[in-house]
């Protein structure tokens, strides 16, 4: 007979919050890597100001997506965390 579960599995909950944080992690460091090769490119002119600006103004949505993710994953735990507590 099958069982039927209520709630959240709470141990893939956390395991996906890891991911989560893992991938967050991932994009702001490409993020950092990518505005570094392009400062040291040695570009120069309109056309690297153009992107260099486009660059300045994606970096505070990207470190607002990340921090996003961040936060959802936390309150993954979080909510993982009160399952358990009710379960018990």
């Known amino acids: 007979m099958a ?3 209520q709630g ?3 141990d ?3 395991q996906h919050a890891r991911g989560m944080d893992s991938h967050a992690q991932g994009v702001s460091q490409m993020f950092g890597a990518l505005t570094s090769r ?3 490119l040695g570009w120069t002119g309109g056309d690297f100001d153009s992107f260099r600006g486009d660059m300045e103004t ?5 470190h607002a997506a ?5 936060e959802n994953a936390h309150e993954m735990r979080r909510q993982a965390d009160a399952q358990d507590a009710a379960s018990a």
């Open 3 to 5: 069982t039927h579960m």
């Open 8 to 10: 959240m599995d709470t």
């Open 12 to 14: 893939e909950a956390r």
């Open 38 to 40: 392009i400062s040291g």
């Open 58 to 62: 994606f970096a505070p949505q990207v």
């Open 66 to 70: 990340t921090a996003s993710i961040e």
